[in-house]
Each structure stands twice: as C-alpha cells, then as structure tokens.
C-alpha cells in the first residue's frame, strides 16, 4: 500500500501542500474546521510524517536518540531522567530505545533513527558490542553529520563526546576508606569483568591494596558471569572458604547477596563484615541493613551528555569545536553496612 503524502492530503482538499502541513502542525494561520478535517483524514489514513523530508527541509526535528543497554539497571534509569529533564527544558523531544546488551538490536536502532528522525544520538554501548570490538555503525552515523554523546560504557577508538566516571579513582579511594575502618580482607565482586568499566574498577581495587601494603589474595576477586538468582549459591562456597571481612561490588544486586550470605554464615554488620556498592540505587537504600554506596551521579551523567548533544547541534561552529570526554566524579555515600570511621 503506497505511503499517504502531504501532497496526497492536498489534493484531497484542493489546497496547498502548506496548507495541509501548517494544518497538521496545529498553526493559528489556518481555520479550526479546515484543521480538523484535515487532522481527521490524516489519522484515518495512517498518514505518517516523511522525516527525511522534514530534516532536510527544516535541518532539525529537534529530537535525541536515546540507547540505553538495560533499563532494569537503576543506574540507566537515573540518566535517563537527567537525559530527559534538559531535553524538556530545551525544547527537545526524545526517543529511547533498549539494546539490551544486544550488538543486533543496537545496530538496527542505530539504522531505523538515523532515517532523519532525530537530530543526534546519546548511547552506552551494549556488551555484545564491547565484546565484538565492532563499532563500524557509530562510525558511519558521525561520518553522516549526527553527533553522538557515549556515557559510561564508551569506544575509545571512536572520535565523539563521552561522559564518564572516574572508576578507577574510586574503586581506589572505597579501599582507602576500607582499610581506615581496620579491614584487611577485602574481596572485590564484578559482574562487569567483561566491559572496560569493571576492568578500571579492578585496577583501582588493585592499586588501593598496593597503597597500604596490602597482598592481593586473587581467591578475593570474584568476577560473576551469571543471572543475578545465582550470585548467592556462587558466593556462600567463597565467604566459608576465605578469610573475608569487606566486600567492594560492582552491582547492587552482587553486594546484596554478598550481605545476605555473610549474615547466614553468622557475619554481624557493620561490627565484622562491611560492604560497599557502586550505584547508589533503590536497592541499597531498602537493603536492610542500609548500604553504603559509591554514587556514580547518573542524573549529573545524563544532564552532562543531553548539555554537550544540544549545545553541539545548536552551535554553528559544532563541526570545528574538539569532542571531549567529561569525568563525572563519584562520592561514597555513607550509611550502615560500613562501620563509621571516627
């Protein structure tokens, strides 16, 4: 079945394409009744906007492309919001879409928005994606004139804007914070060993031990490829066989099983078992006992990268103007799963 144009719309009603296209776009210029009637065909004839058209004749749709790996990670779920909330306050509409982790799915989101239907893309890449080492799909976006802001999982090898955390400082400085409150053994759980972020936050875990003189017992790095159900029965053989008395995690949800685990096998904490979580989630402000958190500032994150996108597009001179990489710094948040320093 052929497309329904705007021209189709204005032969129907014997008047001008700018008619019809004013009267779509609710514009005072044309009467009420002449709206109506034209809104109406349009809906029952599943008439759709040519967004190709629309771009090049207006430049802009004033619309942002939004790809987020998992928006069951709270962490997504916060710069998201911060995404969105400047997108509103400049006038910009947005569309967002899941990879979920899937090179696939990103690669075709990439190729459906890039129709003309959005002006510029914000994204963290999919662990398919980082696993592939193929990122020939951002390449050919940038290399047609849309920018693209990366936050937190970023290709170095690709020239465009990206916000990031500081990961390897603060893995470094949660030891720091650690060792003050007299813990030695302290283990290090990822679920992310794969993407470039978990390997930071190791090399910070690492490089902490290395500041107070502390061995690296490798028993203590526990690096988790499996469904979240799974993490307790992984970790109960690891905390009855090693001599454990923090924990540093990646994830919410691996810090969550690590303190059910330590209170079964009869761990007391805060008093002799701490543990700290990077994300400071909905999950660690309901965890019981409360948990101390390493905030990543998601929100900050997405307002950074929805600033840098819309300030790029809105500048003349965007082209000319170096990309750069924002580091968004983190703070620890304290609460009761780590014992206070005094």
């Known amino acids: 079945m052929k497309r329904l144009t705007i021209k189709d719309i204005a032969k129907e009603f014997n008047v001008s394409i700018s008619t019809v296209s004013k009267a779509l776009n609710d514009s005072y210029e044309i009467s009420v009744s002449t709206k109506e009637k034209i809104k109406k065909y349009a809906k029952e004839n599943n008439y759709k906007p040519n967004f190709n058209a629309l771009s090049l004749k207006n430049k802009q749709t004033k619309t942002i492309g939004i790809i987020i790996p998992n928006m069951l990670n709270y962490f997504f779920a916060q710069v998201f919001n911060g995404i969105e909330k400047v997108a509103n306050e400049r006038g910009y509409k947005i569309i967002s879409c899941i990879s979920n982790e899937s090179f696939k799915k990103e690669v075709e989101t990439i190729e459906m928005l890039s129709n003309g239907s959005i002006d510029g893309f914000i994204l963290s890449l999919a662990q398919e994606t980082i696993t592939k080492n193929n990122f020939t799909h951002f390449k050919e976006v940038l290399s047609n004139g849309t920018p693209i802001v990366m936050f937190d999982r970023v290709a170095e090898s690709i020239n465009c804007d990206k916000v990031v955390t500081d990961n390897f400082d603060s893995a470094r400085s949660t030891v720091n914070y650690l060792v003050k409150s007299n813990h030695k053994n302290i283990a290090f759980i990822s679920t992310i060993s794969n993407l470039e972020i978990g390997r930071r936050r190791q090399l910070g875990y690492l490089k902490g031990l290395e500041d107070h003189n502390i061995k690296v017992n490798k028993n203590l790095i526990i690096n988790i490829n499996d469904n979240y159900k799974n993490y307790e029965k992984i970790l109960e053989p690891i905390?009855?066989?090693?001599?454990?008395?923090?924990?540093?995690?990646?994830?919410?949800?691996?810090?969550?099983?690590?303190?059910?685990?330590?209170?079964?096998?009869?761990?007391?904490?805060?008093?002799?078992?701490?543990?700290?979580?990077?994300?400071n989630g909905i999950l660690a402000r309901h965890s019981s006992p409360k948990m101390t958190t390493v905030s990543q500032h998601g929100e900050t994150m997405g307002a950074t990268a929805a600033k840098i996108l819309i300030n790029r597009l809105e500048s003349k001179a965007s082209k000319k103007e170096e990309h750069k990489t924002i580091v968004v710094k983190t703070d620890l948040v304290e609460r009761n799963s780590t014992k206070k320093i005094l």
């Open 239 to 279: 905390l009855k066989d090693n001599a454990i008395d923090s924990v540093i995690a990646t994830d919410e949800s691996s810090a969550i099983a690590a303190m059910k685990v330590a209170i079964k096998q009869g761990y007391k904490i805060p008093e002799n078992f701490s543990v700290i979580s990077f994300s």
